[in-house]
């Protein structure tokens, strides 16, 4: 099992070095971000963004970035 949450401020780096962690490892990365913001700045809905997220971490190994609350508990 391989799985790593990264967390931090806005512009810290994180997506890049997920990014690269991810890679180095040859496992899934998951931005939150990605996820949660669409087209025209509009947020998913909540039950969807966490259905989304619970899929994408349901495997055994996987960098995620971000630290938003209504996912926290899945990640």
Excluded: C, Y
């Excluded at 990605?34 to 495997?59: C, N, Y």
């Amino acid at each position: 099992m391989q799985r790593i949450s990264l967390v931090g401020v806005p512009g810290s780096g994180k997506t890049t070095a997920g990014r690269r962690l991810a890679s180095s490892l040859g496992v899934p990365f998951l931005e939150l971000d990605a996820i949660v913001h669409q087209a025209g700045w509009h947020d998913l809905p909540v039950d969807e963004f966490r259905a989304r997220v619970r899929d994408a971490v349901s495997g055994d190994a996987w960098v995620v970035d971000g630290n938003d609350a209504a996912v926290r508990d899945t990640v």
